[in-house]
């Protein structure tokens, strides 16, 4: 505890890093006072139907990406998950579409262009999200909630554009939110936002859990003592799941310049379980929300309906299956076993027993394969238990936290920004924040 209250002074003691964190937690508390101002025009207090709907299913789940902002009809409703599912129609191009697949070999040139046109992707989709949106707000509260309609006098045309630019703005805002505090703060700014937005739904979650428990009169309380521990040991299994790695020997050739002799040690390629960290679940979410979008967020009705069945087995056996087929595919386009071994040949190494070149390419490649199959059905299950805990009869809103996006990205952002601050203490000569001084972290989302 002591070296812990040590480290904690440590922080504070680096100017640099205790400036990015000040501003990173200035940025954040902006989107969270941005999530409760509502929508110019709707009063806010006839909005309980709304929040109802917002609170199960496909939808609540969309409420808990944008911190509630989707149940308060916010100015943020939308979230960032158009820009997530415009990041995803990006990142397919550049594997099918050759003009995309040369802005990826173009370095950081290439990335901003790609930046670029994920910022136009996203203000289309918002262009059919912002209209779905807002029909959606007219078929779940009251006509008389609408004042700039009832009492300005406006078209319904009228007050729903001026609300569809309003909630595209505030979707660019959040975006830019984000851009800045990955630049300037600490940590990746998209994922932070989510994960705040995951964690402000916390309380009430855990609050309507227990004053479930304590209601029941069959043994509620213990049952909630279970249940905690159950969350535990998931929430470790997760952390081991993006920790996860398998060492590949790599032999280093002797080389001798002058009088000094070089290499010959034996050092190791750490290839993850799960490269692809929680991007595939995220992908399978997204992709999950498309039928939700084009019913107008109206989830009792066709398609719309199986697909936000939480607990239904085609909704979990679709979800399972596209989870396990993007985590081959982001890892594909993540990790290049050519590149590994091109890299590997220029600095004399070698994997004992493989030929360099092709051969060590080929092999780099079958071990992969070998790793990320296990991974990806470590991470389908996970995508999947939340069904199994609301079956055995965890709150819906809680439920969610036993597995699925929302654990995975708690548990990812936070290691990927403890080994930002990590590395900024080690640059300066300070102790970190593991006794080890290395903390495993993933890389951003």
């Known amino acids: 505890m002591k070296k812990f209250i040590q480290t904690i002074k440590n922080i504070f003691k680096i100017e640099e890093l205790r400036k990015r964190i000040g501003y990173t937690l200035l940025l954040l508390m902006v989107y969270r006072l941005g999530s409760f101002i509502v929508l110019p025009g709707i009063d806010s207090t006839m909005l309980a139907n709304l929040q109802d709907n917002a609170s199960t299913g496909l939808v609540g789940l969309l409420n808990m990406f944008s911190g509630g902002a989707f149940g308060n009809a916010s100015i943020f409703a939308l979230g960032v998950m158009p820009y997530i599912s415009a990041s995803i129609v990006i990142q397919l191009l550049g594997v ?135 969350l535990f040991f998931v929430f470790v299994a997760a952390i081991a799941l993006v920790q996860a790695t398998r060492r590949v020997p790599v032999q280093y050739a002797k080389r001798v310049v002058g009088n000094k002799q070089y290499g010959g040690a034996r050092q190791y390629i750490p290839i993850k379980i799960n490269a692809a960290g929680v991007m595939p679940i995220i992908f399978a979410q997204a992709l999950m929300l498309f039928p939700l979008i084009f019913s107008k967020f109206d989830a009792t009705r066709g398609f719309a309906a199986v697909m936000s069945n939480y607990t239904g087995f085609w909704y979990n056996f679709v979800f399972f299956f596209l989870v396990v087929v993007f985590t081959y595919f982001y890892t594909a386009v993540t990790v290049n076993p050519t590149m590994m071994s091109e890299d590997m040949k220029k600095n004399g190494g070698f994997i004992p027993g493989v030929k360099p070149g092709k051969k060590t390419a080929e092999y780099l490649d079958t071990i992969m394969s070998r790793v990320t199959f296990p991974g990806s059905v470590f991470l389908g299950l996970i995508a999947i238990l939340p069904a199994f805990a609301m079956l055995c009869g965890v709150n819906n809103q809680f439920a969610s936290f036993y597995g699925g996006t929302s654990l995975l990205i708690l548990v990812g952002v936070v290691l990927d920004t403890l080994q930002q601050i990590e590395s900024h203490l080690l640059m300066r000569h300070y102790d970190g924040l593991m006794k080890t001084g290395r903390l495993k972290g993933r890389s951003g989302m």
């Not at 136009?120 to 949106?133: F, K, R, S, V």
């Not at 630049?183 to 700014?189: A, E, K, L």
Request: overall charge positive; charged content about 15%; aromatic content about 8%.
């Open 96 to 230: 099918f579409v050759p003009y995309f697949k040369k802005l990826q070999m173009e370095g950081e040139s290439g990335r901003r262009k790609m930046n670029q046109l994920t910022r136009y992707l996203t203000i289309a989709i918002l262009c059919i999200q912002g209209p779905a949106y807002m029909a959606s707000l007219h078929s779940q509260i009251p006509e008389e909630a609408f004042l700039a309609i009832n009492r300005l006098g406006w078209s319904n045309f009228m007050f729903n554009l001026v609300s569809t630019v309003i909630l595209i703005g505030g979707t660019m805002f959040v975006m830019w939110l984000g851009e800045r505090i990955t630049d300037r703060g600490i940590g990746n700014g998209i994922s932070l936002i989510i994960m705040v937005g995951i964690i402000a739904r916390l309380p009430y979650a855990l609050t309507a859990e227990i004053g479930e428990k304590v209601n029941s009169t069959a043994g509620g309380l213990l049952l909630l003592v279970v249940e905690l521990i159950i």
